[in-house]
């Protein structure tokens, strides 16, 4: 079956630091690919998403590029801020037809003065 | 993107209790998802709902414990029934809108004391 993984955190950085959440996925078919972000406290928001090999996906200064050779999809912001504090999830899904989406575990992300 | 409104965002209940969640679309979807988010852990599907047929529950989830109600294209309910400590847990509801993907609600942070 479909599955995700990212890497495990927590990830504490710098104010300023370079980000990268790492993700792969292994996947029946040609799904599309997601980042959410989870703020303390809140639900799920999209972050940013791909919906075919080498499509880039970016969202307030955040990037990530769906990469069907290395089966990866990692998220990478070039100057984190504090707030960017949260909890990080790579999905996968194939969109129309109401299919779920498959989750990995998720990655925090504390950023610090 | 749809907008979906949950509710309650919290409660705290007693063992044995059950709790019915509530989520609110404000444009007419086929699927909706119930989620669970168990403390510290990534999102589990527990079922989907589709408009006028019985959910679909996934493994380890069942109708006794979870139903759930589905009566228009907007609206569907997720009853959390004879509740245990283990219960606690943030419960999502999703629906997927065309290309864009899939919107969340803000989440039920469910305490069972």
């Known amino acids: 079956g479909d599955s995700v993984t990212q890497m495990e955190g927590p990830v504490t950085l710098s104010e300023e630091a370079f980000l990268t959440i790492n993700c792969t996925y292994t996947?029946?078919?040609?799904?599309?690919l997601f980042w959410y972000v989870q703020y303390p406290g809140e639900g799920l928001q999209l972050l940013l998403k791909?919906?075919?090999?080498?499509d880039k996906g970016s969202n307030k200064g955040f990037e990530a590029t769906y990469r069907k050779e290395t089966t990866s999809f990692h998220l990478e912001k070039g100057s984190v801020q504090v707030s960017d504090s949260a909890v990080y999830f790579c999905?996968?899904?194939?969109?129309?037809?109401?299919?779920?989406?498959?989750f990995g575990t998720g990655t925090q992300l504390k950023v610090e003065l | 993107s749809a907008v979906i409104s949950q509710k309650p965002s919290r409660d705290i209940c007693q063992r044995g209790t059950s709790l019915t969640i509530q989520c609110q679309v404000d444009?007419?979807?086929?699927?909706m998802f119930w989620y669970r988010q168990q403390p510290g852990q990534s999102l589990t599907l527990i079922a989907t709902?589709?408009?006028?047929?019985?959910?679909?529950?996934e493994s380890g989830f069942v109708i006794d414990k979870f139903p759930i109600s589905r009566p228009n294209l907007t609206f569907s309910t997720l009853t959390v029934s004879n509740m245990s400590p283990e219960d606690s847990s943030i419960y999502l509801c999703?629906?997927?809108?065309?290309?864009?993907?899939?919107?969340f609600g803000s989440g039920t942070r469910l305490t069972v004391v």
């Open positions: 999703s629906v997927e809108v065309g290309t864009y993907g899939y919107t």
């Open positions: 996947a029946t078919g040609y799904p599309s």
């Open positions: 791909a919906t075919k090999a080498d």
């Open positions: 999905a996968l899904g194939v969109t129309g037809g109401g299919n779920k989406l498959t």
């Open positions: 444009s007419q979807v086929t699927m």
């Open positions: 709902a589709n408009q006028g047929s019985e959910a679909t529950y």
